[in-house]
């Protein structure tokens, strides 16, 4: 896997994946002095919601290959970081919220555990300087 990472000015840096996608980021805050930065998430938001999206894909297909209806999954994360640098994350809590028909609770709580503990390779590294706990609910659709 391969990337590259530009600086577009400011603090703002275009990244560019072998797949050919692109996202602007690293702009979330401001600096001192010189124009506002334009919009774009930090790196660490970016972290954040790439663990988020690793274990979502890894639910959705669980649930997929469980014949579960599934119509909608949002994953909503909560985290801290450390007060001193390097700030990294010290706890992550990932809640899903799973809507279909007729959903199984029992198999999407195996979803979400089989992401958490064997599959999500962003959630097991995340895990090495940071507390991460997973939750989800059911909504019926």
């Known amino acids: 896997m391969k990337a590259t990472v530009t ?3 400011n603090r703002t840096f ?9 996202i602007a980021f690293g702009t979330a805050h401001h600096h001192a002095g010189g124009e506002a930065p334009k919009p774009g998430p930090s790196p660490m938001e970016l972290l954040l919601i790439g663990t988020a999206g690793c ?3 890894d639910v959705i297909a669980i649930l997929e290959k469980g014949r579960q209806n599934v119509e909608d ?7 801290d970081r450390a007060e001193s640098d390097p700030k ?3 706890r992550i ?3 899903f919220v799973v809507r279909g028909k007729g959903l199984d609770p029992k198999k999407v709580a195996r979803a979400v555990e089989l ?4 599959y999500c390779s962003a959630s097991v590294m995340m895990a090495k300087t940071a507390e991460v706990t ?5 909504v019926e659709g």
């Open 73 to 79: 999954c949002q994953v909503r994360v909560d985290a």
């Open 134 to 138: 997973h939750g989800f609910e059911v």
């Open 14 to 22: 275009v990244g560019q994946t072998e797949s050919g996608h692109a």
């Open 88 to 90: 990294v994350f010290t």
């Open 7 to 9: 600086w577009a000015g």
């Open 115 to 118: 992401s958490a503990d064997k």
């Open 55 to 57: 274990s979502a894909w």
């Open 93 to 95: 809590h990932l809640q």
